[in-house]
């Protein structure tokens, strides 16, 4: 039998009051690695005491670390070893799978080398965090292709000629998902088959864009298949926000701020998942290989363990393989 | 790095750990070397925070009793207790594991928070801002809404309450929502809200029947009645207490 699926959720915690993700204390406050790590070990907590066994971590865990005038940032995953290596430790006694997801400011394929040269560095850290933490080859990195620049084609080959040139650290920890606007599953396959990145599938995104009409089940066993045997794939899940949007905007005329409604665009995520959605989504996935489910949405951990809730009421026998 | 700057930053949302400080060497080597230790075996559920503050214990006298003192964290380390304390290396739990907290200078806060009754107290998570306001330790709890109007009320009649009153030693550590000591025994008041705002607080929710055979007697309180009708939640627990022979001078 295979082993559960994990569920898990990004970052922010909701489900206890007051626990913070990330040391955010100003640079002239001296904030630190050790104390982030010592608010993520808070959250493990959290998460076993819930039974969350998958986590995104922030991505601001290292503060500083990559700013190019704060050198006296710059060596805080050294000075760390020793607590990195208990997180680890500890990650690893929960059974918690983890993953980073850099901001959108991290672009491999930028056309400005500097950009580059910044994501670069960015990656590397995070990669190596999780190489401090000694975790297996579950614990990834996740990034987007970028930028489409001067021309789509262009713009993938660069991704895969700055992927040539990445550390191999950060090369083993990279896996690449489609967007919702730029660079769908077709693209990222094409940058799978030239590079050996692992593809982690996204449901949301691919719906919305999906320029070759793949069907969902078919580009999510692509994905799927870009995965080693003996490592056990990841995707997103997410459904879309429905509710009509409060745009304040300038009124011309009179210069005051005013309040518009506008109906609702399908790329942003909703408070909580969608049960049926999911439900119909891990139904039409019987048969692939199994996978893990990062789940992104506003409620975060609320809206995981309401899913379980739900899957147990209208899918008893889905519930019993998610964890 | 600047002392200025840590002395300048105190945001009113920045977490604060309460520590128990029980010697004075321990008080030494934060006011001296800047660090506190707490062994990661009997670590709380939440360790960190921007702040950390001491609650000094009756060992120190006039300043005993009290949360006096606090300092910011500026790192966490994980050292062996034989790392720590390199001129015990014979001691018996040499090789465990600590949380070394580096710390910067001891600021003394305006007003002591006190410990009226003399409770224990152990680790307490609070915010920067309830620290600076709050008058005594039981005022640095957060609490949501229902508990907080319960609080006020016990207090506006005279009934002093212990509040998150903890039994037995992290990770298995049990909370009583409202603890009131008296002459002839104690009573423990447990909130019935819906939903719990921490869900992990129903984790450590005592058992009725542990508690009864603990010596202690236990009032169920609903959210709905303490809404409702606070002034028989009120009577109910000045009753009992007159019938166990009126509060005790401490929380013991």
Redesign the interface.
């Known amino acids: 039998m295979n082993p559960p699926i994990r569920l898990g959720f990004a970052v922010k915690v909701l489900?206890?009051?007051?626990?913070?993700e990330h040391?955010s204390?100003r640079w002239?406050?001296?904030p630190?690695l050790?104390?982030s790590?010592?608010?993520l070990?808070?959250i493990f907590?959290?998460l076993r005491?819930?039974q969350i066994t998958m986590y995104r971590i922030s991505s601001d865990l290292a503060p500083y670390a990559s700013h190019p005038d704060m050198p006296?940032f710059h060596n805080q995953l050294d000075e760390c070893a020793?607590?990195l290596a208990?997180m680890g430790e500890l990650a690893r006694e929960i059974g918690l799978r983890l993953s980073f997801h850099p901001s959108q400011y991290v672009i491999l394929n930028s056309a400005d080398e500097a950009l580059t040269a910044k994501s670069v560095w960015d990656l590397r850290i995070q990669a190596e965090l999780l190489e401090h933490m000694g975790l297996g080859p579950e614990a990834v990195v996740v990034l987007h292709v970028g930028g489409v620049y001067e021309g789509h084609e262009p713009a993938r080959e660069r991704f895969v000629r700055r992927f040539e040139q990445l550390p191999e650290t950060v090369q083993r920890r990279l896996v690449l998902e489609n967007d919702d606007v730029r660079f769908g599953v077709q693209d990222t396959a094409w940058i799978h088959a030239r590079t050996g990145v692992r593809l982690v599938f996204d449901n949301l995104h691919h719906h919305n864009h999906n320029p070759d009409q793949m069907p969902l089940s078919d580009a999510l066993a692509l994905c799927l298949a870009t995965w080693p045997v003996d490592v056990r794939p990841k995707i997103h899940f997410s459904s879309p926000r429905t509710e009509m949007r409060i745009i304040e905007r300038q009124d011309k005329a009179t210069g005051k701020r005013v309040e518009e409604l506008q109906q609702p665009v399908w790329t942003r995520h909703s408070d909580f998942i969608h049960p049926f959605e999911f439900i119909d989504f891990l139904r039409a996935a019987d048969g692939l290989r199994p996978f893990d489910v990062m789940l992104e949405c506003k409620a975060k951990d609320l809206a995981l363990?309401r899913l379980r809730d739900d899957l147990a009421r209208y899918a008893p026998d889905l519930r019993e393989r998610v964890t | 790095m600047s002392e200025t700057a840590d002395a300048v930053y105190t945001p009113e949302h920045a977490p604060v750990l309460v520590a128990v400080m029980n010697n004075r060497s321990d008080f030494e080597r934060a006011r001296d070397e800047g660090w506190y230790r707490i062994p990661l075996k009997r670590a709380p559920r939440r360790i960190a925070a921007e702040y950390l503050a001491f609650y000094q214990t009756g060992a120190f006298g006039d300043e005993g009793c009290a949360v006096n003192y606090f300092a910011p964290v500026r790192r966490f380390q994980v050292l062996s207790r034989g790392e720590l304390l390199p001129d015990q290396p014979d001691h018996p739990r040499a090789a465990d594991l600590y949380y070394r907290i580096e710390i910067g200078p001891l600021q003394r806060l305006e007003e002591p928070v006190t410990s009226p009754r003399l409770r224990r107290v152990t680790f307490i998570p609070t915010t920067l801002g309830r620290l600076l306001a709050a008058r005594e330790v039981n005022d640095l709890w957060q609490r949501d809404d229902v508990q907080e109007r319960l609080w006020a009320a016990l207090r506006e009649a005279g009934l002093l309450a212990e509040y998150r009153y903890q039994l037995g030693e992290p990770p298995n550590e049990t909370l009583i929502d409202f603890a009131l000591f008296c002459r002839d025994g104690r009573i423990a008041v447990l909130c019935e809200t819906t939903p719990d705002p921490d869900p992990d607080l129903r984790e450590r929710r005592p058992a009725d029947y542990e508690l009864v055979a603990g010596g202690w007697q236990v009032m169920q309180l609903g959210e709905r009645e303490i809404n409702e009708n606070m002034a028989a939640c009120v009577d109910r627990v000045a009753a009992l207490v007159r019938q166990l022979g009126g509060q005790a001078a401490t929380a013991d």
């Open positions: 489900g206890r009051a007051g626990l913070k040391d204390r002239q406050n001296n630190h050790s104390v790590l010592a608010y070990r808070d907590e959290y005491s819930q006296q020793a607590e208990l363990l």
